[in-house]
């Protein structure tokens, strides 16, 4: 099999040719071989990420004006994750692959990417403007029991922070173009530029001795700028054709411009059920008590490396597989590359949940337990990261099924999906929080807004396996997306790494980094023993990622 091309220009011919059916033999490899491509460039940025939360916890703790930049970056970090990390992304990818696919023509997507640039720039400088003006009301919102200084203080940060949703979309553009054209690398390195500029923010509080929060949310506005001037630089590298002013569509691209975006709110709200259900979380986190934003927070930051670096990255490397195949009517090419989808999916996120609910605390405690951020602090941390680990499996999951609907073009049922995943997580935690009394069970109130918003992830899961299952019943194609022997196999490998990881951590002496890196030793080798004893199906599995497919990265 041929290996992957270095080139940063299109051939087109050789685009226009690109297999599409043939998931069992060809597709596989190249699917694994990109998204590990995209999560050791995601690692990367998670890393950075990492440190940037490391500051912030020095820098501000779990106090008042942590509570209130936590609140006010929290939409723009939503929009973030949405715009920036996959779901509009995801959206426009779907559209942009089928819409080609039916032209056959290189030339009709640079007409259509065009076309989208000026439509898609405008409706989000109306949205941001109108972001501006309701800012007060939006921080009312997202924190509704904050007192007053709090919620104006929040509302002030959260101007700074709103334009961001401008850059973010634009560079999603620019995103989705790139991963049409098999391009993975340069979008996948778009959060490190994002962290960088944090961390650039950061220094200058320190050194310049500015106000640690005003400082931060200027950082975020100031990376979504860079985000967006090199996401648009890798394009116009990828697509010399490529041209903003003076550059009139057709009639036809205009009309698959508005397709396009006709589709995107629809489903962005699909893809949007992880970062919704944490906005409800953290409204109701908000009458807890100060510092439980914070600490919600930072559990979530945690909670997001591995998320993000198999979940996301599965999700963004099968979504122009699934959609290609789906215009070719390969159905049963679709269902193979979906299962497979999913089987690398739990083969890694069952260990990372195990290893981290053995190690959780401690993980906690070396990261943030600096300047501000105090034992209290470590604790709440450390329970929320406990309360989401369940859902960790789950929230990896969706990012595939939903790859898969939208590749089916079931953007409204996954827009459904997400406002029943929101509604079961405000009911799970109105429920949760009315039994969670007393007072040995008030202090693990934290743990309230993490446990719904799991149940919520659950609730659409099995809505989206239902809804695909459905749809390709209609086509005469039936789906099989986790055997039970399979899971069997990776769920007690998953519990060797955590039960190893625990001990070792329990007969380690004292000393953090040292036991914390020994523990985790423990863990990966005891998981690879157990895939070697009763697993060898998933070190197969493992060792396609190094087979490199016919697609360029």
Not at 179 to 188: D, E, G, K, T, V
Not at 343 to 356: C, D, I, N
Request: hydrophobic residues 55%.
């Amino acid at each position: 099999m041929p290996g992957v091309a270095k080139q940063s220009r299109i051939d087109p011919e050789r685009w226009d040719n690109a297999p599409g059916n043939a998931c069992p033999r060809s597709q596989r490899p190249a699917l694994l071989h990109t998204a590990a491509l995209i999560a050791g460039l995601t690692l990367f940025s998670r890393i950075l990420g990492l440190l940037r939360d490391m500051g912030m916890a020095w820098l501000l703790g779990s106090g008042f004006m942590a509570d209130a930049l936590v609140v006010a970056m929290r939409l723009p970090h939503t929009l973030r994750r949405l715009l920036g990390e996959g779901s509009l992304s995801m959206t426009m990818t779907a559209s942009l692959v089928q819409q080609r696919t039916g032209l056959g023509q290189r030339q009709a997507l640079v007409s259509l990417s065009a076309a989208m640039f000026w439509r898609l720039g405008l409706s989000l400088l109306a949205l941001s403007l109108a972001g501006l003006c309701a800012a007060p009301w939006l921080a009312a919102v997202l924190a509704p029991g904050f007192s007053e200084l709090e919620l104006a203080t929040t509302t002030d940060l959260l101007r700074i922070c709103l334009p961001y949703v401008f850059t973010a979309g634009m560079a999603a553009l620019a995103m989705a173009v790139l991963h049409s054209c098999q391009i993975f690398w340069l979008p996948a390195l778009s959060p490190a530029v994002f962290n960088l500029s944090m961390l650039m923010s950061m220094a200058a509080a320190v050194f310049c001795s500015w106000e640690p929060a005003a400082a931060l949310a200027w950082g975020m506005l100031l990376g979504g700028l860079v985000q967006w001037l090199v996401q648009w630089l890798g394009l116009s590298r990828a697509l010399p054709d490529f041209r903003i002013l003076g550059f009139v569509s057709g009639s036809r691209e205009r009309r698959d411009a508005w397709r396009c975006l006709v589709r995107l709110p629809a489903g962005v709200l699909g893809a949007a059920a992880p970062q919704l259900s944490m906005l409800a979380a953290m409204a109701l986190a908000s009458g807890l008590g100060e510092g439980y934003i914070s600490t919600l927070y930072y559990a979530e930051r945690l909670l997001e490396l591995p998320m993000g670096l198999l979940g996301a990255c599965l999700g963004m490397a099968s979504l122009p597989v699934l959609s290609r195949l789906v215009a070719q009517h390969d159905l049963a090419g679709f269902s193979q590359c979906l299962s497979q989808a999913i089987r690398w999916a739990l083969l890694l996120s069952l260990p990372a949940a195990a290893g981290l609910w053995a190690v959780g605390p401690q993980l906690v405690e070396c990261l943030f337990y600096y300047g501000a951020f105090e034992q209290e602090a470590v604790r709440g941390t450390a329970l929320a990261l406990w309360a989401y680990l369940p859902a960790l499996p789950v929230f990896t999951c969706n990012r595939c099924l939903l790859a898969g609907c939208n590749a089916l073009g079931l953007v409204r049922h996954t827009a459904w999906s997400t406002g029943a995943a929101v509604l079961v997580t405000l009911a799970a935690a109105v429920i949760l929080r009315h039994s969670f009394v007393g007072a040995a069970l008030e202090s693990l109130s934290i743990m309230v807004p993490a446990l719904a918003v799991g149940l919520g992830a659950c609730c659409q899961a099995w809505l989206l396996t239902r809804g695909m299952k459905e749809t390709l019943r209609c086509r005469e194609q039936s789906i099989c997306l986790v055997q039970l022997g399979i899971l069997c196999r990776q769920a007690g490998a998953a519990l060797a790494a955590g039960l190893a990881a625990g001990g070792a951590l329990a007969c380690l002496p004292s000393g953090l980094w040292f036991s914390l890196m020994l523990s985790i030793a423990a863990g990966v080798l005891a998981w690879f023993a157990a895939l070697c004893v009763w697993g060898r199906g998933e070190l197969a599995v493992l060792r396609m990622a190094r087979q490199k497919g016919d697609y360029k990265i």
